[in-house]
């Protein structure tokens, strides 16, 4: 997650430049990265939890002591996704936020 969000600020360095020249605070910058963080954690989740409903029926005589289906294994599983998540894009989003525009546009 932090390779893909950090080279996606690279690529994106123009646009984000023009948007703190024409006035973006830098919380709206960050929300902007950590939305797209977020959409990316909600898909890998979703897809992560049909690929492991799926998986734990056919490995249902393997596992002991967990259900095929349980709710705190998969609950437990999806919030420690999504803090991982929030924690590797924390770097890109600030270092998106931290972008001086003048620097960003002059690059292009």
């Given amino acids: 997650m932090y ?20 006035g973006a605070p830098d919380r709206r910058v960050l929300g902007l990265v950590l939305a797209e963080s977020a959409a990316l954690t909600v898909v890998g989740v979703l897809l992560g939890l049909a690929g492991a409903a799926a998986a734990g029926r056919l490995m249902r005589g393997l596992l002991y002591g967990v259900g095929t289906g349980d709710p705190l294994a998969f609950g437990a599983t999806v919030v420690l996704v999504a803090q991982v998540a929030l924690l590797a894009s924390a770097l890109p989003a600030l270092r998106a936020a931290r972008v001086d525009p003048g620097i960003a546009l002059r690059a292009e």
């Fill in 3 to 22: 390779g893909l969000l950090a080279y996606s600020v690279s690529r994106r360095l123009a646009e984000i430049g023009l948007r703190k020249a024409l």
